[in-house]
């Protein structure tokens, strides 16, 4: 006989930004493969209906609100859980969002607040989980990185470099836990249909329609993600590997889907900066 199929079923796991797109999918899959959830975001009315839908009897989803921003609703995250389920076995960092426009015009604190959200306060958390995983000697991290972290673009880069930031950390956590049985793992969603467009245009739009000179550039990069609408995956692609990476007693340090991020990665690697130039490079 084979070995077993790794199971979900029981292990405790916490979400980040669990009330749209990835981390609601994500939610909604190892639910019905049997975990333990607990979901976070800032919205707690969604939340709320979220946790409902998929768990009425409220006795395998907790839906906790909080900004991962906030130290202390990381604090009272990770004591919620601690609470109701005593453990935490899995964790999935998967909050964020994207601040668009010309490096030239996007004020620092905007910089710093992408930065916050999606790296800074991602290790603030991870922080607060790993003693306990450390010491039984088990759990697993999961990152939600980006193809925007191999790949920098014209119009992108302060969130592809939050993206960038990330891949390093990942790295070096991966490196600092084997020793102690906890494994991390980093997935590279491409472009996944979610809110993550209208999120990036809402905290952007003010800076890119002001954009002087850009503005016929910020009109083509646009173009260009309308565009890539077409070859779109879905939350569901990115929950699968997710789950399998929790499930996994050795998940590889990486994983890409849809199938268009693994094209984009593997010419990355392949094609002289200079190629990869004409690809990435501004259009009106
Ligand atoms: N969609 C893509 O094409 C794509 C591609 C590569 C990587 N990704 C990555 O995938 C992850 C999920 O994004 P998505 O595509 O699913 O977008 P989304 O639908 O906009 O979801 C983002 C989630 O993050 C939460 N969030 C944002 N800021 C937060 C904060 N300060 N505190 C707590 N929660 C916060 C949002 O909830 P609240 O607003 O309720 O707080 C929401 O639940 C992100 O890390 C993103 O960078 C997405």
């Known amino acids: 006989m084979g070995k077993p199929m790794p199971t979900l079923a029981g292990q405790v796991v916490v979400i980040t930004g669990a009330s ?32 409902r839908e998929l768990d009425p009897s409220g ?15 990381r604090r009272r995250l990770v004591a919620a859980t601690l609470a109701k ?17 010309p490096v030239e015009l996007v004020p620092v604190d905007l ?20 003693p306990a995983m450390r010491e039984r000697g088990s759990g697993c991290i999961v ?19 939050t993206k960038h930031a990330l891949e390093a950390i990942s790295d070096g956590l991966r490196g600092e836990l084997k020793p102690f049985g906890v494994r991390v793992t980093l997935i590279r969603p491409g472009f996944i249909l979610t809110e993550f467009v209208e999120a990036a245009a ?23 993600y309308e565009r890539l609408r077409r070859i779109a995956g879905t939350s569901d692609d990115i929950a699968v590997l997710v789950e ?41």
């Open 143 to 161: 990152n939600i990185g980006s193809v925007a972290g191999r790949i920098a673009r014209p119009m992108s880069s302060i969130y592809d470099s």
């Open 111 to 130: 910089i710093r607040q992408n930065f916050e959200t999606n790296l800074f306060s991602l290790i603030a958390l991870t922080q607060l989980v790993l």
């Open 20 to 51: 749209s797109g990835i981390g609601e999918e994500t939610a909604r899959r190892l639910v019905r493969g049997g975990a333990k959830v607990v979901i976070s975001a800032r919205r707690p009315v969604r939340l709320a209906a979220i946790a």
């Open 85 to 101: 389920f005593g453990r935490i076995d899995g964790l999935v960092n998967n909050a964020g969002y994207g601040t668009r426009g």
């Open 59 to 73: 006795e395998r989803v907790l839906a906790v609100a909080g900004d991962v921003t906030s130290d202390t609703d």
């Open 202 to 224: 809402k905290i952007s739009d003010p800076i890119t329609d002001h954009a002087g000179p850009y503005a016929p550039f910020l009109t083509g990069f646009r173009a260009g």
């Open 244 to 284: 399998h990476a929790l499930a996994s007693d050795n998940p590889a340090p990486r994983y890409a889907a849809p199938f268009h991020a693994k094209i984009f990665l593997f010419l990355k690697w392949a094609l002289p900066d200079r190629a990869l130039e004409m690809i990435t490079r501004l259009r009106k």
